[in-house]
């Protein structure tokens, strides 16, 4: 069996072939009844769910707005997003409204109570009424029309419609007999609305950009065709109809999958792993169920590969290896659940210990509906034990030029470095070739800033005039009065990575072997990264920029060398690091960073004879960005000669 759109079949539809056809479908599902992995409300499970201590926030929450008029989205609210830009008053009304109605659906369940029933057919009732269930920044008529306003006649199926249609399938899933009883006809209104804005299109239309037609596949296929599949698996009672629309579904995770590098890794970073991977294998997980087994992704390797990302860009405690647009500190409340029952599956106990070292004491009160069942309905995730994290010694992704080394595996204690090649035309790209993040005890301190709330501009022409997308404030030079320049051409060469794990039976002994050869008697831990940064830049006559950058696992001590080739004198050159933490500026050849969280203070050092240092502190105002680094962010610019050829190094370490 092949792809309808890229007409070769990707890791799915190479194990499953003909399994995977409508025809086929159509006879392997399960009834829309037991279709999805968890049962109706009155069973024990939701009992014991309810009498336990994972519902508190919720309920706390639930109480207190309960009899409160509802969050109403506004017409001035969605057309502010094509008049200034701004999209999150709207979105945040969405949300809130969404939110609650999980909330309603979650106590309907484990309490059985009318009132809460009443809340809920409330929540269903006020979306089968929204306008669209499309978030405008992704609304594909108005500009095209000229409008400010979504078109109720031509429905556009992006994250936020596809997100409606699975939590009504959710609800319909727990609640659906006791809706109809006290509702009667409320259920067919669902089915109508989710059928017309969701379920048609789908179908219908296969331009839909986040399908990969053009070979770009993004987080967005798995996102939306798993909610589909859940839509369709609940909400479609007709059998042939039901498989006509899971077939693309499939489709779409085969795709998706099959743009994953062998690795697993994710190039918009571990927050975005959340909102692709970690959707498809949901997806998976739930069709497996839907087929009894017959469509099982349990032997696809790619599988296992991406389950292992999420460990590996952990550096300790919150803070995760960031990248692109992804947050150092995202946010807490994911679906843990997810990656501990896939390493049950699969034997991946790195992946089991690390969920279980990050899950939070309940249900978040601001989890998607899905997420949430699944996490109250899996009694064996509940009942299972805390864990250390794995803290991998260090790893290699080649398939999206990423390095991560610490000083021993196993513990966040010591430093670790990290460096990213790859190109500046990924997903939620930002021009930062080359950049390098340094953290000690697990806080990074030579750090990516991550990105601002989302506006118009974020995803538009003028992305790169946003200060958090440009290579001026990533850990890269400046060469020649010149940032690095935007699109795929725009890469790292010749990146090399060595690794020389700590022998055996010395302190700090990590993982020998991974990624370079095992560790020998008489040597030290060193791991090494070596990349030529020159294409990242269009600099008349850059003929190299070699960066190599150290971690001595001994000494306890990371490197960074620049040294740097051209065909004849110019302007200087700058490095620049961002730190996070309070800086303080000891000499013209040290500043000590003290970082956040209580993590031992940083001294980072050079020989003041090659560069002239200064620092530059920015404010933060937004959010997304002091939420994560504190009040500010201070860059370190150290002004090189414009020299030929020339080497700088600098020195990080733990200080006093």
Request: proline share 8%; with cysteine; glycine share 10%.
């Amino acid at each position: 069996m092949t792809n309808t759109v890229t007409g070769r079949a990707g890791p799915l539809l190479s194990a499953w072939g003909a399994r995977a056809e409508p025809e086929a479908l159509a006879h392997a599902l399960l009834p829309p009844e037991t279709a999805l992995p968890v049962p109706a409300a009155g069973s024990d499970l939701w009992r014991r769910a309810g009498e336990g201590g994972g519902l508190d926030a919720v309920r706390e929450r639930a109480r207190a707005e309960l009899g409160t008029p509802w969050p109403q989205p506004l017409a001035s609210q969605y057309a502010r997003y094509f008049r200034d830009g701004n999209r999150t008053v709207y979105e945040s009304s969405v949300f809130t409204r969404q939110d609650r109605l999980t909330r309603a659906v979650l106590m309907a369940a484990t309490t059985g109570g009318e009132v809460w029933l009443d809340e809920v057919a409330d929540g269903i009732v006020l979306l089968c009424e929204q306008s669209s269930w499309c978030w405008p920044a992704h609304e594909d008529t108005c500009r095209p029309r000229g409008t400010v306003l979504p078109d109720p006649a031509a429905p556009c199926l992006d994250l936020g419609a596809a997100g409606v249609a699975a939590q009504l399938a959710w609800a319909d899933q727990v609640l659906g007999e006791r809706l109809q009883e006290r509702f009667p006809g409320l259920r067919e209104r669902v089915r109508a609305e989710v059928r017309a804005r969701v379920l048609d299109p789908f179908v219908r239309r296969r331009d839909w950009h986040w399908l990969g037609r053009d070979g770009d596949v993004h987080n967005w296929c798995p996102w939306i065709c798993g909610n589909v599949l859940v839509a369709a698996l609940r909400l479609e009672d007709d059998a042939r109809e039901r498989a006509r629309q899971v077939a693309p579904a499939v489709e779409g995770l085969d795709r998706y999958l099959a743009a994953l590098p062998a690795d697993g890794s994710i190039d918009e970073g571990y927050e975005y792993w959340w909102n692709g991977a970690c959707r498809a294998l949901e997806a998976l997980d739930v069709l497996a169920h839907a087929t009894s087994g017959t469509l099982d992704a349990a032997a696809v390797p790619i599988v296992r590969e991406t389950l292992r990302f999420p460990h590996r860009m952990h550096l300790g405690g919150p803070w995760y290896l960031n990248l692109a647009d992804a947050r150092a500190r995202p946010p807490a409340g994911q679906p843990w659940q997810v990656p501990y029952r896939w390493g049950r599956r699969l034997g991946e106990q790195d992946a089991v210990r690390h969920a279980l070292s990050q899950r939070a004491a309940g249900i978040d009160p601001s989890a998607e509906l899905g997420r949430a069942l699944r996490e109250l309905a899996d009694d064996e995730w509940r009942a299972a034990g805390p864990a250390e994290p794995p803290l991998v010694a260090g790893l290699w992704l080649p398939g999206t030029q990423v390095a991560l080394a610490r000083t021993a595996g196993g513990t966040a204690r010591g430093l670790a470095l990290a460096v990213k090649g790859g190109h500046n035309d990924e997903h939620h790209n930002h021009n930062d070739v080359g950049s390098v993040v340094v953290a000690v005890d697990g806080v990074p301190v030579l750090a990516d800033p991550g990105r601002p709330t989302y506006t118009a501009q974020t995803f538009g022409p003028d992305r790169y005039s946003i200060w958090t997308m440009r290579s001026d404030w990533h850990n890269v030079p400046h060469v020649r009065g010149t940032g690095q320049g935007q699109g795929r051409d725009f890469r790292a060469r010749d990146m090399r990575v060595t690794d020389e794990p700590i022998p055996p039976g010395r302190p700090g002994h990590g993982e020998p072997g991974q990624p370079g050869q095992p560790g020998q008697p008489g040597r030290s831990g060193r791991f090494a990264v070596e990349l030529d940064l020159a294409a990242a830049y269009p600099v008349p006559g850059l003929e190299r920029w070699w960066r190599t950058a150290v971690l001595d696992r001994d000494a306890g001590l990371v490197t960074i060398t620049d040294a740097w080739e051209f065909t004849g004198d110019g302007d200087p050159s700058v490095l620049r690091f961002v730190l996070a933490g309070q800086v303080e500026r000891r000499s013209d050849r040290q500043v000590r960073v003290r970082p956040e969280d209580g993590a031992r203070t940083v001294l980072i050092s050079w020989d003041p004879a090659g560069a002239t240092a200064a620092l530059t502190v920015r404010t933060l105002e937004d959010p997304m960005l002091s939420d994560v680094w504190g009040e500010r962010l201070t860059r370190l610019e150290l002004a090189l000669p414009g020299t030929p050829r020339g080497a700088f190094e600098l020195r990080v370490e733990v200080g006093e």
